[in-house]
């Protein structure tokens, strides 16, 4: 089977590097899945998971992003991410009191925090693409 490269990387560093199955990035107008072979595609992100599987199509690793942009060609799919955190090192506790502490402020940017918030908690809850 084929594979493609994939890396994930942070202002910091380089959070993931493999060659991998399938990848989903959420793309600002909707979640993408790249497949080796994939057509040339750039697109800005929105706040959302990406999902990394193998070729055998099991999960290998998901991450939440708050925004980037991403790179897909043929062979390679880069996502350059504003910041990138483990899909399972989110409390959904302290996210709620997160969302509940930016929900009584009113500013331009605690709107975008409040987004972000909010699309982590979504990550964390929804059970859609855990398998292809």
Same mark, same amino acid.
């Given at each position: 089977m084929a594979t493609i490269s994939f890396d994930l990387v !942070?202002?910091?560093?380089?959070?993931?590097?493999?060659?991998?199955?399938?990848?989903?990035?959420?793309?600002?107008?909707?979640?993408?899945?790249?497949?080796?072979?994939? !057509?040339?595609?750039?697109? !800005?992100?929105?706040?959302?998971?990406?999902?990394?599987?193998?070729?055998?199509?099991?999960?290998?690793?998901?991450?939440?992003? !708050?925004?980037?942009?991403?790179?897909?060609?043929?062979?390679?799919?880069?996502?350059?991410?504003?910041?990138?955190v483990e899909l399972n090192s989110l409390d959904k506790s302290s996210i709620e009191k997160e969302i509940e502490e930016l929900g009584s402020k009113e500013s331009k940017e605690s709107e975008e925090q409040l987004s972000i918030a909010k699309a982590k908690l979504e990550a964390i809850t929804v059970s859609f693409y855990d398998k292809i």
């Open positions: !942070s202002p910091e560093n380089l959070i993931f590097n493999d060659d991998v199955g399938t990848i989903i990035v959420p793309g600002k107008d909707g979640d993408l899945g790249v497949l080796p072979g994939h !057509s040339q595609v750039m697109s !800005s992100l929105r706040p959302g998971r990406v999902m990394v599987y193998s070729e055998d199509k099991n999960l290998v690793k998901s991450f939440f992003v !708050s925004g980037g942009f991403a790179e897909i060609n043929p062979e390679k799919c880069i996502v350059l991410a504003e910041s990138v």
